[in-house]
């Protein structure tokens, strides 16, 4: 059986393993930076006085954490032309991660500030700070000290799940390693290398996360 697999075979396709590598990392940088900055904006308004801001973000959070990502991709590429909003693959690809993981990251984020002691708002307060400056000075940079590593997990989970965006056609990693299964039928062979490209991408990506958090907010390794 081993005698039998032909790797060699591959290599012809290896532009095309890369250029989908290189799109589901442009896809990941742009939905793990957006989605944080939603996640941040979320668990600003979930911990804030307006109560139907928090219960509407709210919602959202629970509707996104409760249906499946590939139900709101579909969602988006198929039901959103219903209403007249219509976008590409690469778009739809982009607001499906954006939301999820804005979803996910606001209650991380939310969890770090609900455990800041009340003496840091009181003691902002009393030296004269807007509560957005005590939040985003004061609050949120130990809140994310916290809970960084759930924050970097949750960055991960995401750009491990948008290999289901290629079943909207957007060509990312999957999409090109199942193109080449399609015409090779080399199925082990290509799916075992995709497999290790996804870990290796992984695995830089954390690494890459938690030297950003040591040095911009401290994160212990």
């Known amino acids: 059986m081993i005698g039998q697999l032909n790797f060699p075979a591959l290599w012809p396709y290896w532009p095309e393993l890369l250029a989908g590598l290189w799109v589901t990392i442009q896809l990941t940088v742009l939905a793990t930076t957006g989605?944080?900055?939603?996640?941040?904006?979320?668990?600003?308004?979930?911990?804030?006085?307006?109560?139907?801001?928090?219960?509407?973000?709210?919602?959202?959070?629970?509707?996104?954490?409760?249906?499946?990502?590939?139900?709101?991709?579909?969602?988006?590429?198929?039901?959103?032309?219903g209403i007249g909003l219509k976008l590409t693959a690469g778009e739809a690809a982009l607001l499906a991660m954006l939301i999820n993981l804005g979803a996910y990251s606001t209650e991380i984020i939310r969890a770090g500030i609900q455990v800041t002691p009340k003496g840091q708002w009181e003691a902002g307060r009393v030296l004269g700070l807007t509560r957005l400056q005590i939040f985003s000075r004061v609050v949120l940079p130990?809140?994310?000290?916290?809970?960084?590593?759930?924050?970097?997990?949750?960055?991960?989970?995401?750009?491990?799940?948008?290999?289901?965006?290629?079943?909207?056609?957007?060509?990312?990693?999957?999409?090109?390693?199942?193109?080449?299964?399609?015409?090779?039928?080399?199925?082990?062979?290509?799916?075992?290398?995709?497999?290790?490209?996804?870990?290796?991408l992984s695995i830089a990506m954390r690494q890459l996360l938690l030297v950003v958090g040591r040095k911009w907010l401290g994160v212990q390794p």
Do not use: D, H
């Open 142 to 200: 130990p809140a994310l000290k916290r809970i960084y590593p759930a924050l970097v997990s949750q960055c991960i989970i995401v750009m491990l799940g948008s290999s289901v965006v290629s079943q909207v056609s957007y060509e990312e990693l999957t999409f090109a390693a199942n193109l080449i299964q399609s015409r090779t039928f080399l199925s082990f062979e290509v799916y075992l290398v995709t497999t290790l490209m996804y870990l290796l």
């Open 35 to 81: 989605g944080v900055a939603l996640g941040v904006l979320g668990a600003a308004l979930r911990s804030g006085k307006s109560w139907w801001l928090s219960r509407l973000w709210g919602g959202y959070v629970e509707l996104v954490r409760n249906t499946p990502f590939v139900v709101q991709l579909f969602f988006i590429v198929f039901g959103l032309p």
